[in-house]
């Protein structure tokens, strides 16, 4: 029995490198990408990370182009590009009749099309796979030490602009009325969110880079209600994710990014059902209170 | 400055939207420590100038003169539709932003800000609801927690846009006390609102807005059929397609 269990959780970390190296990096990850998400999902923006992990793209695919599948050159491009969209996208909104969100879809989808012809017009069809779907099984020391200074980065900044960025969140005429910390704090946050979307990149590719974020979010926000612990239960399910992907890509030779994100989507789906403000609760008709 | 019996000071003041003037060369002050209303119709300016006063506005030309502490020293109710009422932060958390001005982004709430805040909330009579996330509370109910925000936020001008809207009588008549109490300590409230029986029962002061002053001074001598009558004649001639104004920028 013990050795079942040993067997199918423990050994595949224990024996081979690849395995543990890409735990550590899809847990730094998830720690830090969840709370970020949460934040995305309360301030209805979670849409705006799917467009800003495609923004990252071009940047990366210049990167690519210049010195290939060199760790720095795709962060520094994926952090230019990422950051460019996230103010040119705001810029734009408040200068032209566009929303927000309508300039962003515009800016993605470009970004998308630029990126993927821009890494086609070098690299081969693996490479192009590698952008896009990342590798969490071939992370190397320094993607790894990118991962975890981004995972640590991210978590003391946000105790540091927690307070603000709530504040901003839940009334921001308040917030504008008392301190002139608005502005400066959801440029922090932006800057947050294309942190971890790059860190996300290499283990995930673009595509899938925002699942770590946005699905543990949502998954804790059908579970819990209090902000605290919405923070703290989308970061354990993002890293339970993690874990239970990484196995199941082992155990059936699954490729390992989707696995994770495929396992988070499942704790989506079932706390979509289960959950104590998923349906089926909605739905049961259990007797109502006194006052 | 500020003349010391005056809180706020309009000099030639012009607040707008995108050129259009929302307010128009409005001159005048509101006096230190009386209750003042604004009103007048849909359109007139109230809110902007609210906005403008608070700092949350540019004019487009002439000043705003705070006396006092100057904007530290100004609490400003928003309308409520202002506020994401779907954010999870409970009753609690959310009087405690009152506390802003004195411990900002990163001062620590302590055993006497606790005590402060759950005082606060206790005098807006929502004593038992600090945790209760403001997605469950009623209209009146949020509208009593955000009195309790201004409770402790201290300020010697509270500037409240239409607090009374959608809220019922026994909510209105609380508020109402706080506001007497508010005046009892020295501080200045500035309201704008539309029930002008209630203005002439509990303002003695008023300001008559339709994009420029109307009348402004006691509110039995503002407030009457003449003045109100003119003010909705100069709303209507309103254009959209206006000139740029020639008169001359203060």
Redesign the interface.
């Known amino acids: 029995m013990i050795d079942t269990i040993h067997a199918a959780l423990i050994a595949p970390f224990a024996e081979f490198e690849f395995m543990r190296r890409a735990l550590v990096g899809a847990v730094a990850l998830a720690i830090a990408g969840a709370p970020i998400g949460v934040f995305l999902m309360?301030r209805r923006m979670s849409l705006t990370g799917d467009a800003m992990a495609h923004a990252i793209l071009p940047g990366a695919a210049i990167g690519y182009l210049l010195s290939g599948l060199s760790l720095t050159a795709m962060t520094l491009g994926g952090l230019v590009a990422g950051l460019a969209v996230a103010i040119g996208a705001g810029a734009v909104a408040r200068a032209s009749v566009l929303k927000e969100d309508a300039t962003l879809a515009a800016f993605y989808l470009l970004s998308l099309a630029l990126g993927v012809t821009i890494v086609s017009m070098r690299g081969s069809n693996v490479d192009l796979l590698h952008v896009l779907f990342g590798t969490v099984l071939a992370l190397d020391d320094q993607a790894l030490v990118l991962i975890a200074g981004i995972a640590t980065v991210t978590l003391v900044t946000l105790a540091?602009?927690l307070?603000?960025l709530?504040?901003e969140?839940?009334?921001?005429?308040?917030?504008?009325?008392?301190?002139r910390?608005g502005a400066p704090v959801h440029l922090v946050f932006m800057g947050l969110v294309v942190l971890n979307l790059v860190g996300g990149f290499h283990a995930l590719g673009t595509l899938l880079a925002v699942g770590l974020m946005m699905l543990p979010a949502a998954s804790a926000r059908l579970w819990v209600?209090?902000?605290t612990a919405?923070l703290v239960v989308a970061a354990g399910i993002g890293a339970a994710s993690a874990v239970a992907g990484l196995l199941l890509s082992y155990h059936h030779e699954l490729p390992a990014g989707p696995a994770i994100i495929l396992t988070a989507g499942i704790v989506y789906l079932a706390s979509l059902v289960f959950g104590r403000r998923g349906l089926v609760a909605a739905r049961l008709a259990r007797p109502h209170l006194e006052a | 400055m500020t003349s010391p019996a005056a809180a706020i000071e309009f000099d030639d003041l012009t607040l707008g939207y995108d050129r259009h003037p929302a307010v128009h060369h409005l001159g005048g002050r509101i006096a230190r420590g009386v209750p003042t209303a604004i009103v007048g119709p849909n359109g007139a300016g109230k809110s902007t100038l609210l906005k403008g006063i608070?700092?949350?506005l540019t004019p487009l030309s002439g000043a705003i003169r705070v006396g006092g502490r100057g904007r530290r020293g100004?609490?400003?109710l928003?309308q409520i539709s202002?506020?994401?009422r779907?954010?999870?932060?409970?009753v609690f958390?959310?009087v405690a932003?009152g506390l802003?001005?004195r411990i900002?982004?990163?001062g620590g709430i302590g055993r006497a800000e606790r005590g402060e805040i759950a005082a606060a909330i206790a005098a807006v009579g929502l004593a038992g609801f600090e945790a209760r996330?403001?997605g469950t509370l009623s209209g009146g109910q949020m509208q009593r927690t955000q009195f309790a925000?201004l409770i402790l936020?201290n300020a010697e001008t509270l500037l409240l846009d239409e607090p009374f809207n959608a809220v019922d009588q026994p909510t209105t008549a609380d508020l109402l006390d706080l506001v007497d109490r508010w005046r009892d300590e020295g501080r200045t409230v500035v309201a704008v609102l539309h029930d002008l029986d209630l203005v002439r029962r509990r303002f003695p002061q008023t300001m008559l807005l339709a994009r420029e002053l109307v009348a402004a001074g006691p509110t039995a001598e503002v407030v009457g059929e003449a003045n109100l009558a003119a003010a909705q004649r100069m709303i209507e001639a309103f254009d959209n397609h206006a000139h740029v104004c020639a008169r001359p920028m203060a």
């Open positions: 309360l540091v602009i307070r603000p709530t504040a969140s839940v009334d921001p005429v308040f917030l504008a009325s008392v301190s910390a209600e209090d902000l919405l | 608070a700092g949350l100004i609490a400003y928003p202002e506020i994401d779907g954010f999870p932060v409970s958390d959310f932003m802003w001005g900002g982004a990163f996330p403001i925000r936020q």
